[in-house]
């Protein structure tokens, strides 16, 4: 048996064989813990000596185990002080690399993999506790509201239950306080329940109480309206006026949903656009990276910003890349696209390594489920293979989405494509 203390060596005893007493060797290591005790009292200098009764001996080679054999002598303290082999060696190193790994780069690569938490419906979560399937009749605004938050959160798609809740909403609506209004907008919009009846009769309170909603209420409107496709002019000039007035108290994150929804909703007042530009850089600084890289939208870049923040926003990303998911990779690279096609003088404005990044970027392949094939595809499909043409159907060419694409051998082996 090998007794050490953290200074190493204490003694080598010898046990007898399995058929020799027990009361023998139990007295054999009573006296090596003895001898362990004294010498670890304070003031006690490491002389290596032999408990009583027992064999002392340093194995040949001057190292202690079996067969002895050169060896490496770690600094004072810690694991490490005691001589090990050359095997030893490559393990002990790769424990002290693995530490300094964890200590310098682990904070960086992991900046990566927090974004995969669930925050967005962390985020956005009422802490009342309430049964989704209480009778609606019974519930006032606070419960209905938290009702369809949780249904929304947990994704619960049962039509009676959305119906249900979408009637006592109306009956409730006058007594629905502005941040209510904003978690049931969020809540339909999760879920994209689509009700017209519901939307256009909740949507002149909206309007009316558009005014006292803060960053989320106003926020959740507008990407409630995006996901369901809602398409009013009047409420958009709304909404973005009151995003302006209230730009300084907006938070960072729904100042870029909200601009996003403006874009993809197709709002086209130019002074609002302006007046957003000049808004935009300022509070896109107050962002850390992964709330940054949802600013880079294509619709955004193509429809909404000035050249300087189209400009400022693809310089930003290729220095915060890391920090992005497929999604992101590929929303950049749209971008970058439309910036090229779309605003020549802007993609002038990049520094070489933003272009290159750029360049980069189009050579990699990035993850994408695509779209599937709907019927129409099909049915076109059959109608051109009848007539013997090659073709494909609902497919992604750079960062296009295409529908029927066809393409022809000419007599030099060019190939002629027409994509639609």
């Known amino acids: 048996v090998l007794l050490t203390s953290s ?10 064989p399995c058929q020799a007493k027990a009361t023998a060797c139990s007295r054999q290591v009573s006296a090596a813990l003895l001898q362990l005790q004294r010498l670890m009292r304070p003031g006690n200098a490491w002389q290596p000596r ?25 600094g004072m303290g810690g694991i490490f002080h005691a001589r090990v082999r050359p095997q030893e060696r490559i393990t002990l190193r790769a424990i002290r690399d693995e530490a300094k790994l964890r ?13 995969w938490a669930q925050n967005r419906v962390r985020q956005f979560k009422l802490p009342l506790p309430v049964t989704l399937t209480s009778d609606t009749a019974l519930m006032d605004a606070n419960y209905i509201t938290t009702c369809v938050q ?47 009846n519901f939307f256009r009769q909740i949507m002149p309170t909206v309007k009316e109480r ?5 960053s989320h209420a106003l926020m959740s409107t507008m990407w409630c ?36 929804a403006l874009a993809q909703l197709g709002m086209r007042d130019a002074g609002l656009r302006d007046a957003l530009s000049r808004a935009a850089i300022p509070k896109l600084e107050e962002t850390f990276a992964q709330q940054f890289r949802d600013a880079v939208n294509p619709t955004a870049i193509g429809r909404l910003w000035s050249d300087e923040v189209v400009a400022y926003l693809l310089e930003r990303f290729r220095r915060i890349f890391i920090t992005a998911r497929p999604m992101h990779l590929l929303k950049a690279y749209e971008s970058a696209v439309v910036c ?15 272009k290159s990044f750029y360049v980069r970027l189009s050579q990699r392949h990035i993850p994408d489920k695509g779209r599937e094939p709907t019927s129409m595809h099909w049915d076109v499909s059959k109608h ?23 393409e022809q051998l000419e007599v030099d082996e060019r190939r002629r494509c027409i994509m639609v």
Request: overall charge positive; aromatic content about 10%; some cysteine.
């Open 50 to 74: 032999a408990a009583p009764g027992t064999p002392f001996a340093l194995p040949p080679g001057g190292c202690w185990g079996p067969g002895g054999g050169g060896g490496l002598r770690h």
């Open 340 to 354: 090229r096609i779309q605003s020549p003088q802007v993609w002038r404005m990049l520094s070489h390594d933003a």
């Open 103 to 115: 200590k310098t780069g682990i904070a960086r690569f992991n900046k990566r993999w927090r974004s």
């Open 150 to 196: 949780k249904a929304a959160a947990l994704r619960k798609h049962d039509l009676k239950l959305w119906y249900g809740y979408s009637k006592r909403i109306l009956e409730l609506k006058s007594e629905l306080q502005p941040e209510q209004l904003g978690y049931i907008m969020w809540g339909y919009g999760k879920s994209s329940f689509l009700d017209g």
């Open 7 to 16: 200074w190493g060596l204490v003694s080598w005893t010898a046990m007898q």
């Open 225 to 260: 309206m995006k996901r369901v496709k809602m398409h009013d002019r009047e409420l958009l000039r709304a909404c973005a006026q009151q995003a302006l007035d209230s730009v300084d108290a907006l938070r960072p994150s729904d100042f870029i949903k909200i601009a996003n």
């Open 384 to 406: 051109l293979a009848d007539l013997g043409e090659a073709h494909r159907n609902s497919f992604r060419w750079g960062p296009l989405y295409i529908d029927v694409g066809l």
């Open 210 to 214: 558009l005014p006292e909603f803060q």
